[in-house]
């Protein structure tokens, strides 16, 4: 059977899998370039890892992005200057926003502060747009869900669904997104559609 993506791949007639294939082409450069651009940086990035030529700019070396991760449009990274891993599977929506460090309010400096030791966002997170992740927060749990807008202060367990200002346990989640291709998301999912149609 395989997953409902797989399904309607192996369905496509001839014509519709080329036409398929044509509209994923510049979408795969895109990110082939972006990822270049991520790796010139420093970041270690897996070769299905897509996300925007913008966010790639941002990267250094102190970013790890494993397989199949999906990062939108705008997300900010500010001072990236501790590791920060995203594990396989996670998504990332539009606008969403990592403080890693802040400041001392009560420091004549200024001082920067760096309160955790990094961000480890662990596989199959869902992190939805507008939402902020403050400094405090060293671990996003396997599966967590982070609801859009959220204000993120602290550790998300595993399979937990939060939101809201600041970002309280709504419920648990009862499984992860493991049968949809995290790369389909923004298109980037070319390799993917051929090896598919071609197994059918």
Request: glycine share 8%; with cysteine.
């Amino acid at each position: 059977m395989g997953t409902v993506y797989e399904q309607r791949v192996r369905k496509r007639g001839c014509i519709h899998f080329l036409v398929g294939l044509f509209v994923r082409i510049p979408p795969f450069l895109k990110f082939s370039y972006s990822r270049l651009i991520a790796r010139a940086k420093g970041a270690t990035i897996d070769r299905s890892a897509t996300f925007p030529i913008a966010v790639a700019k941002k990267f250094n070396r102190c970013v790890t992005i494993d397989s199949n991760v999906s990062i939108g449009h705008d997300v900010d990274f500010t001072s990236m200057l501790c590791p920060m891993h995203i594990g396989h599977h996670a998504i990332i929506g539009n606008n969403v926003s990592f403080i890693l460090s802040t400041h001392d309010i009560d420091s004549s400096e200024w001082t920067h502060i760096q309160p955790g030791k990094g961000l480890e966002i662990e596989p199959y997170v869902w992190i939805c747009p507008n939402s902020i992740i403050l400094p405090n927060v060293q671990r996003i749990g396997y599966g967590a869900v982070i609801g859009a807008g959220s204000v993120v202060t602290k550790d998300i367990p595993p399979m937990t669904v939060v939101g809201g200002n600041p970002a309280k346990r709504i419920r648990d989640r009862k499984t992860v997104h493991s049968d949809i291709c995290v790369e389909s998301l923004l298109a980037g999912d070319l390799l993917t559609y051929i090896k598919t149609y071609m197994t059918k």
